[in-house]
């Protein structure tokens, strides 16, 4: 048997990092952060327990990168929905939609991903968290944005700060509260965007998380 093409290996590669990331989503969402186990993600995912260490340095950093691709997916299908717009002020509305519809829809999920934030190591460098953040660079330099290096970090740590309010044990905030926050601070509509309480928002996001971990080669958008 001839060994298999450097291409082949590499594709192997990445559908093992995909179905690592998926099952991890899907296991913290479940059971949380501490009752899930290494090992129960590569189960899940039907890797060898071995292998999670060849991607990932440990729990903390795979389960950041999972939530990370899961928020950059979302809001990046939330941006390109039909009907498409180039409108910044809609995107801004879709985007801040679709973070606070991440908090009320995977409470668990999103509660052990501000917890793991506030960890000695912070945000851990990967592509799915620079995804999500040149999707948000762009959405902010779209609305109008004068000053991208000031603003950026405002757009983030209010995002931050609304997920947080959301998911504080005992004490939430209500998403539709924060909503209004958000949108008057930025002058937007309250009928743009896609309230995360709505049933078009609801539908939008009850669909198979598999959409956003997909093994297949993904055409390229350039």
Not at 128 to 143: G, P, S, W
Not at 172 to 190: C, K, N, S, T
């Amino acid at each position: 048997m001839s060994p298999r093409s450097a291409s082949v290996n590499e594709e192997l590669r990445r559908r093992s990092r995909e179905r690592l990331l998926q099952a991890a989503v899907e296991l913290v969402d479940e059971h949380g952060f501490e009752a899930t186990t290494l090992g129960d993600i590569a189960d899940r995912a039907g890797s060898a327990r071995g292998l999670v260490s060849y991607y990932f340095p440990g729990k903390r950093q795979l389960v950041q990168s999972a939530v990370h691709r899961l928020m950059h997916r979302t809001l990046e299908e939330a941006l390109e929905r039909e009907p498409h717009t180039e409108d910044g002020r809609e995107r801004l509305a879709r985007a801040i939609d679709a973070i606070l519809g991440l908090a009320h829809d995977r409470p668990v999920l999103m509660r052990q991903h501000m917890a793991g934030l506030l960890q000695a190591e912070g945000f851990v460098a990967c592509p799915e968290q620079r995804r999500l953040a040149e999707l948000l660079t762009d959405t902010v330099k779209r609305y109008g944005s004068q000053d991208l290096a000031a603003d950026y970090p405002m757009l983030r740590a209010l995002l931050m700060g609304a997920v947080y309010a959301a998911l504080i044990p005992g004490v939430p905030m209500p998403v539709p509260v924060l909503r209004a926050e958000l949108f008057q601070r930025y002058g937007l509509d309250w009928e743009s965007g896609v309230p995360p309480e709505s049933e078009t928002g609801k539908k939008a996001r009850e669909r198979d998380l598999s959409r956003f971990f997909a093994t297949e080669e993904r055409p390229s958008s350039a």
